[in-house]
């Protein structure tokens, strides 16, 4: 097999000469616009360049149709992962109305013309049921789709005018006509892919030994740097550790590149739409191991997906393909026999040694010890700089609960009581205070609410990857908006949501500015807790109600709240 053909026999690139991109500069100044967002940006990338050959755009109506139904396009060829552009309803109406669209980046720059071909409203709960098997929202493409895309999906041929703009790791980013021209001029007839959304460990190493062992090829290192599943160590710290890792494969064996990929955790069908991308990149096989692209543990406790139903998808499909799969089971290390073993290989009475994820990161965070046998510590020093224990990391205190719950005074008093202990900046975002400096052009209407609080969650989230302490204390009123703070905190440092559930009745008797009584006889309109809901949270990490407790004992209940989270020593 050679690396010469791409899905669909053509590898398409949509980047114009000069001549042509002035020209469609000129064009895009004339139409209506839309920012693209960081998903989208990757989608685009990988349109334009050919890594997502043969689409030369976003789907239409009935390529999306036939990918959701058959894992096939309109024209009857293999792809399993739908390519769309969602947008919100004016946008869709302007599109639709001109029949074009410009797409930029988030700084302004022009990085395509749509010609707009499809606009159309999906059924978004059809669409989870068909990619990712349920709609569960704990699926991160489900919770994607269902609470971030736009209503409206745009299909069309794309005018590219150019590429986005990386200035990270330029020296590991090729497209797939450079990365074929390299395998060309070194001789690699025969590659093998490894994909990866995590830092590489030893055992990694060995499935990547084993499969370019195995089937006598190359073998190259293409691990995701677009977007990954929220929570994931950042590409910045992985590709340190990719770096670092390259010293220990043997020279001109192994090469590293970087794949500007939007993963969408689909399991199965995602392993397929891995195996699509690399053959555009001229790959001529790729290791699928156990649970491939899966997100973990759905509502109810259990996979998503079956550990091996990627690797039975692929079986079905690599003939027609044309990519072939290195299969490869869980590898745990020996201690008798001091070396990596695949899972099936362990003798009886073996001693056999592992580390999971969730166990590597418990011992990042407090600190402890990392075996050599398990990760060089080249590598493990590149992630203590990143993540360092989890008591010296910052972290987010998000006070919500109704006007005069005391709030505020409880922040402030913990504001207070965490200057005193620790040695890390301390700043409080506190509702009033934030309305009068951030939002003083917001009224009280629910999506100026929600403005208000993500700018809360926003400066927090700074604060927070900047190794500071942030105190919140908003109203913040709706579920889902709070949901998107601790989404924007978490995979940052520590997130704590404390609800002050002090009683409606309560908050009235404390109310000294009559704000409730103007609220009662309908002067003030849409006031939370009388003529708009309060959702109150259901899994807070603490609830308090100040009836019960004092300030002072509120700020006690936090800081061993803080403490038995490990955020403070």
């Excluded at 009475?349 to 060089?376: A, H, K, M, V």
């Excluded at 987010?396 to 200057?419: D, E, P, R, Y």
């Excluded at 926003?458 to 009123?477: F, R, W």
Aim: proline share 5%; net charge negative; with cysteine.
């Amino acid at each position: 097999m050679s690396t010469t053909t791409a899905h669909g026999g053509e590898l398409i690139n949509l980047i114009p000469d000069a001549a042509t991109k002035a020209e469609r500069q000129a064009l895009a100044n004339s139409l209506p616009e839309w920012s693209l967002t960081p998903r989208q940006i990757c989608d685009l990338e990988l349109i334009l360049n050919g890594g997502f050959s043969p689409l030369t755009g976003f789907m239409t109506e009935a390529d999306y149709d036939s990918v959701l139904k058959d894992m096939r396009l309109a024209n009857g060829l293999l792809w399993s992962m739908p390519i769309t552009l969602d947008v919100d309803e004016a946008t869709a109406t302007k599109a639709k109305e001109v029949g074009q669209l410009t797409l930029r980046d988030q700084e302004g720059v022009v990085l395509a013309i749509l010609n707009v071909s499809d606009v159309w409203q999906p059924n978004k709960a059809a669409e989870a049921e068909a990619v990712f098997g349920k709609n569960d929202k704990k699926h991160p493409a489900v919770n994607y789709l269902m609470n971030h895309a736009g209503d409206y999906y745009l299909g069309g041929e794309l005018l590219g005018l150019q590429l986005p703009t990386h200035y990270d790791y330029q020296q590991h980013r090729h497209s797939p006509a450079e990365v074929r021209a390299q395998f060309k001029k070194t001789g690699w007839s025969k590659v093998v892919a490894f994909q990866t959304r995590n830092p590489m460990h030893r055992a990694h190493q060995e499935i990547a030994f084993r499969a370019a062992q195995k089937v006598e090829a190359n073998l190259l290192i293409h691990p995701v740097v677009g977007m990954t599943k929220p929570g994931d160590i950042d590409h910045f710290t992985r590709v340190r550790c990719y770096e670092k890792l390259m010293e220990r494969f043997p020279e001109r064996t192994t090469a590293l590149s970087l794949l500007p990929l939007a993963m969408r955790m689909g399991g199965p069908r995602e392993a397929l739409w891995h195996a699509i991308i690399r053959k555009n990149y001229g790959c001529t096989h790729i290791i699928i191991g156990r649970d491939h692209a899966g997100p973990g543990d759905d509502s109810d406790g259990n996979p998503f997906y079956d550990p091996y139903g990627a690797q039975h998808l692929l079986e079905k499909h690599q003939e027609e393909l044309g990519i072939e799969m290195v299969e490869f089971e869980m590898m745990v290390f020996s201690q008798d026999k001091a070396q990596y073993i695949a899972l099936s290989e362990k003798q009886e009475d073996e001693n056999i040694l592992n580390i999971s994820g969730t166990e590597l990161r418990r011992r990042l965070q407090q600190g402890l010890d990392i075996p050599e046998w398990f990760s060089y510590p080249e590598v493990v020093a590149e992630l203590r700089k990143s993540y360092p224990p989890r008591n010296k990391q910052g972290f987010t205190v998000f006070f919500t609960g109704l006007s005069g719950s005391g709030k505020s005074t409880i922040a402030n008093a913990l504001l207070v009581k965490l200057m005193e202990m620790i040695n890390r900046p301390v700043t409080l975002l506190d509702g009033d205070v934030v309305r009068k400096h951030l939002s003083s052009e917001l009224g009280f209407s629910k999506e100026h609410r929600n403005i208000n609080v993500l700018r809360i969650g926003y400066v927090a989230s700074e604060i927070t990857k900047n190794g500071g302490v942030a105190i919140c204390a908003p109203i913040a009123p709706y579920e889902q908006t709070r949901d998107e703070v601790r989404e924007m905190i978490e995979p940052l440092g520590g997130f704590l949501e404390i609800h002050v559930s002090t009683p409606l009745e309560e908050c009235e008797k404390r109310d000294r500015k009559g704000l409730y009584d103007l609220a009662r006889k309908g002067v003030i309109k849409e006031f939370t807790g009388i003529s708009d809901p309060y959702e109150a949270p259901k899994t807070p990490e603490l609830d308090i109600n100040t009836l019960n407790f004092k300030p002072d004992e509120a700020t006690q209940q936090i800081v061993l709240k803080l403490e038995a989270m490990g955020l403070i020593a």
